[in-house]
C-alpha cells in the first residue's frame, strides 16, 4: 500500500516507457491513517446509541471496500487460485508485503475453515507507544487494527470466500489476525 | 482477412449483467444480452470442470455467425467478447491481450470509490471506462 503505483493508461502522444510510475510518500500514509482512526473514533463517540462497535463496523468496512479493490488490480495477471488455503497463503505472503513490505510470520489453521495469523512485528505498531506501556497500549492501539481486518475480510470476499476476521494484540508491536470461513 | 469485435460484454460475481457494448450495426443489442447471458452457463461449466490455471477461457461457442470467446478473472467477474466469424484465423495470443486490455480497463474502474461492487443493480458507466472500451472494440484484432 505504501508503494502502490497509481496506474494510468498512457496519453497518446506518451510511449508506454515515458508513464512515470506514480508512487505515495510513506510518512503520508502514515500519518493518514493515524488520523484515520482518531477521526473516526473521535466523531463516533458523539453520535447517539454509538459505541465501540460502531466505530469497529465503520473501519472495518472502510477495510473491507479498499481490500476489494486492491484484489482486483492484485490478482489481474496471476493464474487462478487452486483451494481456500492458496488463497490465504496469497494474504499472507504477497498482500501483506504489498501493504506492510513483510509476510506473515506464523500461519496456523485447524483445517476447519480457521486461520490464526501471526505478525511479529506489525508495521504500523512501529512507532505507537504509551507512557504506561504494556497491556494499557495494546488496548489503545486496538483500533488501529480494524481497518486491516477489513481489508483481509473485503480481499477474501472478492476471491469468493466469506469470512468473519478478528484481531489481537496482547504486547505491540505483536498483533494476530484470526479468520473465520464460513463453511 | 480482418476479424471485427462486434460486442464487449460483462458480467458480474453473482452473474449480474454489468456491462454491454454493442459495436456492430448488424444485430439488435437484443441478441447479443441473450449470447452473453447464454455464456455464463458455458463459462460456469468450463472454470469449475477441469482445472486450468488460466483465466482465459478461449472459444466458448459459436453461433450462426458469431464467435464467444470468454475470460473469467480470479473475482469471479466475467468477460465475453463477441467476434463475428470470417475465414482467418484468430490467434489465442491476440484474443488474451484483448481480454487483459478490458480487465485493466475494469480494474481502473473498479478502484472508483464510488462505485459500488456488490450492489446488484450497478452498471459501469464512467466516462474513461467508456471511452477505453471504445478503444480496445475499434481496433482490429487481426491483420492477416
Not at chain 2, 447479443?32 to 460456469?44: C, G, L
Not at chain 2, 490467434?91 to 464510488?114: E, G, L, T, W
Request: hydrophobic letters at 40%; a neutral charge.
Amino acid at each position: 500500500m505504501y508503494s502502490q503505483p497509481t496506474t494510468s493508461s498512457p496519453l497518446p502522444q506518451q510511449t508506454p516507457q515515458q508513464v512515470q510510475q506514480e508512487l505515495v510518500s510513506e510518512s503520508c500514509m502514515d500519518f493518514f491513517l493515524m488520523e484515520m482512526v482518531d477521526t473516526i473514533c473521535r466523531t463516533t463517540i458523539t453520535e447517539p446509541d454509538a459505541d465501540i462497535d460502531a466505530v469497529f463496523y465503520k473501519l472495518e468496512t472502510l477495510g473491507f471496500s479498499v481490500g476489494q479493490r486492491l484484489i482486483e488490480k492484485l490478482t489481474k495477471d496471476r493464474p487462478r487460485f487452486v483451494d481456500t488455503l492458496d488463497v490465504v497463503k496469497f494474504i499472507c505472503k504477497d498482500l501483506w508485503t504489498i501493504m506492510f513490505k513483510k509476510q506473515i510470520d506464523n500461519l496456523k489453521t485447524n483445517h476447519r475453515g480457521v486461520y490464526v495469523l501471526q505478525d511479529n512485528n506489525f508495521r504500523w505498531f512501529m512507532r505507537l507507544s504509551t507512557d504506561v506501556g504494556g497491556a494499557d497500549s495494546a488496548k489503545k492501539a486496538t483500533p488501529f487494527l480494524w481497518f486491516p481486518c477489513g481489508i483481509i475480510r473485503g480481499a477474501l470476499a472478492n476471491l469468493g470466500v466469506t469470512s468473519v476476521v478478528v484481531a489481537e494484540t496482547s504486547n505491540l508491536p505483536q498483533c494476530t489476525f484470526q479468520i473465520k470461513i464460513a463453511a | 482477412m480482418s476479424t471485427v469485435i462486434n460486442c464487449i460484454a460483462i458480467i458480474g460475481k453473482q452473474n449480474n449483467p454489468l456491462f454491454i457494448k454493442n459495436f456492430s450495426n448488424t444485430h439488435p443489442d437484443l441478441k447479443y444480452h441473450y449470447i452473453a447471458h447464454t455464456s455464463i452457463d458455458v463459462i460456469e461449466e468450463r472454470g469449475n470442470g477441469v482445472r486450468s490455471l488460466d483465466q482465459y477461457l478461449g472459444l466458448l461457442y459459436a453461433m450462426e455467425d458469431l464467435a464467444v470467446y470468454g475470460y473469467q478473472s480470479n473475482t469471479k467477474v466475467k468477460f465475453v467478447v463477441i467476434v463475428s466469424v470470417t475465414d482467418g484465423v484468430i490467434r489465442d495470443a491476440d484474443m488474451k491481450s484483448i481480454f487483459q486490455q478490458i480487465h485493466q480497463a475494469y480494474a481502473s474502474h473498479v478502484c472508483n470509490p464510488f462505485f459500488n461492487q456488490d450492489s446488484p443493480s450497478m452498471t459501469l458507466s464512467s466516462p474513461s471506462f467508456l471511452k477505453s472500451i471504445e478503444a480496445i472494440g475499434t481496433t482490429i484484432p487481426i491483420s492477416n
